[in-house]
């Protein structure tokens, strides 16, 4: 089926450095999210991003990060700088549209600040 | 407060065992429901969803879920599950009315399947 992949599986950063976790969708979908998990917790919402725009974004999407999808490359979470509690898998996900489109996941990026 | 509940941490069953995991929702008005499962490691890995029609509903590898507007609710289900079902289970509500809603996961119930 279907995959949303991430690049790369593991990172580790210093804290206060930056890090950028890159995704690449679903070839034809036009949503795109950032969720996060911590180690043994759920999966929280961090952003949205349709049409080259943050549509809506979660308490958790902090003013260090952003995200962008320059000319339909990657789409990418930066996290500038970081801290020990961004420690955690950040998740990728896409949607082709509408609200009863299933929502595809990729692997994960386990990010370990130190 | 909009929540999904699922108020089993951990289910553990032998191996050819029928199963059921809990899924509990608050939301109101239309609203797009599924189920992921996540084995140790990996990533979601989408199960089934309900949106509108039949209340029951398939998914891959068996599993199924019933969704119920008096309860608020949309267990899974499997007959007789398989060592390999062992995983971390994630049930999700996608509030309508907007095509950017975003998913709201539970906390996951870990299934353990003893062969």
């Known amino acids: 089926g279907p995959k949303v992949l991430q690049i790369p599986s593991h990172q580790i950063i210093d804290m206060g450095q930056m890090v950028t976790l890159n995704c690449d969708p679903v070839s034809n979908h036009l949503y795109f999210y950032w969720y996060k998990q911590i180690l043994g917790q759920q999966m929280e919402f961090l952003v949205n991003f349709y049409n080259g725009k943050v549509m809506e974004k979660s308490k958790l999407f902090k003013d260090q990060f952003s995200v962008e999808r320059p000319d339909g490359s990657y789409f990418t979470l930066k996290i500038q700088p970081t801290a020990l509690e961004d420690s955690a898998v950040y998740f990728c996900?896409?949607?082709?549209?509408?609200?009863?489109?299933?929502?595809?996941f990729g692997k994960g990026t386990r990010l370990t600040v130190v | 407060t909009q929540t999904v509940s699922q108020s089993d941490a951990h289910v553990t069953v032998f191996e050819g065992d029928s199963v059921e995991l809990r899924c509990n929702y608050s939301y109101g008005g239309s609203i797009y429901l599924s189920w992921y499962i996540q084995h140790h490691g990996h990533g979601l890995q989408f199960l089934l969803k309900?949106?509108?029609?039949?209340?029951v509903v398939q998914g891959v590898n068996g599993f199924e879920a019933e969704f119920s507007k008096s309860d608020s609710s949309f267990h899974l289900r499997k007959a007789s599950v398989h060592w390999s079902d062992s995983a971390v289970y994630f049930c999700?509500?996608?509030?309508?009315?907007?095509?950017?809603?975003?998913?709201?996961f539970g906390a996951g119930t870990q299934l353990i399947v003893i062969p």
């Open positions: 309900y949106y509108s029609g039949n209340p």
């Open positions: 996900a896409s949607s082709l549209a509408g609200q009863n489109t299933e929502v595809f």
């Open positions: 999700a509500v996608r509030v309508g009315g907007s095509a950017l809603g975003r998913l709201h």
